[in-house]
């Protein structure tokens, strides 16, 4: 007991002399001085946004050229109508022809043709390759395309190696002379070996039908 109390005189005795030391030496002052100062933090204020409904109806911001020229038309509309009539026409000239075809009867075979973008100006047609395997003639003869005014047109005929491919040459001549066009549809009817009458149906006749 007596050596626990002597032991804490010491250890008092001890902190009361580093204390008076430390302030002999002017170290407190000297820890303050190096010690960097606090950095006070700023606070942002945030400006309130206005609410988005006011800004949808405010007017748009134009140009003073801008707002004193006339309303321009919105195109946008008119692309909508020529999707939407466009490959309407298309179709309706597409089942007129098979109509026709129909009509036609099977004392001669028929076949539709509907134009695309690229057979409206193109150099060949490409034929059925079925039709072509069992009624038209050998590669490298020539067949007559009769018109609705009987007038005739010789073209050269092609078959692909084992008949994979059964196309017209020289095509491009019947297809500007008749001003074929996308979406127009045909109808041809064999009528001889070497021979097709051909019937055309206007897509721009059955795009008035639709309006």
Known sequence: MAAASAYEARRQRQIEENKRRIEELGLRHLAAAVMPPQVKQLKVKHK??????????A????????????EQPDYRENIK?????GPTAVERSHAI????????GADYPTFVKT?????????????????????????GEVITLVDEDDEEFDVQYYKGPNDSICRIKSWRGFAIDHKLNYGDSLVFQLIQRRKFKVYIIRA????KMTN
Do not use: W
Request: proline share 9%; with cysteine; net charge positive.
């Open 48 to 57: 309130a946004r206005a609410p988005r409904a006011a800004a949808a109806t």
């Open 115 to 139: 134009i695309s973008q690229y057979y409206a100006t193109a150099t060949v047609l490409d034929l059925p390759t079925q039709f072509c395997r069992e009624l038209v003639p050998k590669h």
């Open 97 to 104: 022809a098979k109509a026709k075809a129909t009509e036609l």
């Open 204 to 207: 721009g006749s059955c795009l």
């Open 81 to 85: 109508k020529k999707i939407v009539i």
């Open 59 to 70: 007017p748009p911001r134009r140009s003073g050229r801008v707002a004193n020229l006339p």
